[in-house]
């Protein structure tokens, strides 16, 4: 079946520091992933999305996310954190989520 | 923002009521879905709904059912509420699920069965 992973529960970043969030994914063919961001009380907001062409896209706020096939990988990147980023972030593969990793940003 | 609006908010209810939520959409999207939310678990699909009248089951369906008589509203039902179903109830919509279109979600229903 299925499945997407994401490893890190809960990570800490110093604001101005750089960012990786990781996640995996089981799929045969190439997948549809999607990076959503969820703040306290909220629902979620897309950050970004792949489906084909450039395995680095672009997001919202500064988040980029990178799809490696070999590794079954779509890391999502910042390169320096912002005390607003502090929420979880969920990675997707079209309907099916990961845990989610909770951010906190220390100032 | 997309106009998805879900009804009530918050509720508090006691075991073996029945139960349902509402999620309205004003974007005449096709697809709509239901969602919880648990720690831990992320957000697993309950149902989903591919047009009027037509629907499939997610990965936790057992205990919940769904009917979608008009495009723009999607509802969910606890026939029987059990404690094991309190949690945060997400609805989102999306136009296709084709060519990875992403889905919009609303912000949730807080369930409490006591």
């Known amino acids: 079946a299925q499945s997407v992973t994401q490893p890190d529960i809960h990570i800490t970043v110093s604001e101005g520091a750089s960012l990786e969030l990781r996640c995996n994914y089981s799929y045969g063919a190439t997948p549809y992933l999607f990076w959503y961001v969820q703040s306290p009380g909220q629902g979620l907001q897309l950050l970004l999305k792949y489906f084909s062409g450039d395995t680095l896209v672009q997001g919202i706020k500064g988040f980029e996310a990178e799809f490696k096939r070999s590794q079954s990988s779509f890391n999502l990147r910042k390169p320096s954190v912002h005390w607003s980023d502090a929420a979880e972030y969920f990675c997707a593969n079209d309907m099916r989520f990961g845990a989610g990793t909770r951010l906190t940003v220390k100032p | 923002d997309a106009g998805i609006t879900q009804s009530p908010r918050h509720k508090v209810t006691e075991t073996g009521t029945p139960v349902t939520l509402r999620c309205h959409q004003t974007e005449n999207h096709r697809y709509m879905y239901w969602y919880r939310q648990d720690p831990g678990h992320g957000l697993r699909l309950i149902h989903y709904?591919?047009?009027?009248?037509?629907?499939d089951k997610g990965e936790v369906s057992d205990g919940y059912s769904v009917s979608r008589s008009k495009t723009e509203d999607f509802l969910l039902t606890l026939e029987s509420a059990t404690s094991s179903q309190t949690s945060v109830y997400f609805c989102a919509i999306s136009e296709s699920t084709l060519v990875g279109q992403p889905q919009h979600f609303g912000d949730g229903t807080r369930l409490s069965i006591l």
């Open positions: 709904s591919y047009g009027v009248k037509d629907t």
